[in-house]
């Protein structure tokens, strides 16, 4: 998606906690059991999730 140049990652791109946040928008940990959600700021650092690491999915732009 482009607006005036500027490329967002697409939804749904993954990433790991401790890797940095490319997108700021709403991420959700990627297990089908848990609808557990957060809003990240691009640059921010991914944080574990109940004490483990586990992977965040884009599913809204800010």
Avoid: H
């Avoid at 990652?9 to 890797?19: A, D, F, H, Q, Y």
């Avoid at 940990?29 to 691009?42: E, I, L, N, Q, Y």
Wanted: glycine content about 12%.
């Amino acid at each position: 998606m482009s607006l005036y140049g500027l490329t967002k990652v697409p939804l749904g791109t993954k990433k790991r906690t401790g890797e940095t946040c490319p997108e700021s928008g709403v991420w959700k940990v990627d297990d089908p059991r848990d609808s557990t959600t957060g809003p990240f700021a691009k640059g921010n650092t991914f944080p574990p999730y109940k004490g483990k690491a586990v992977v965040w999915v884009l599913i809204q732009y800010a």
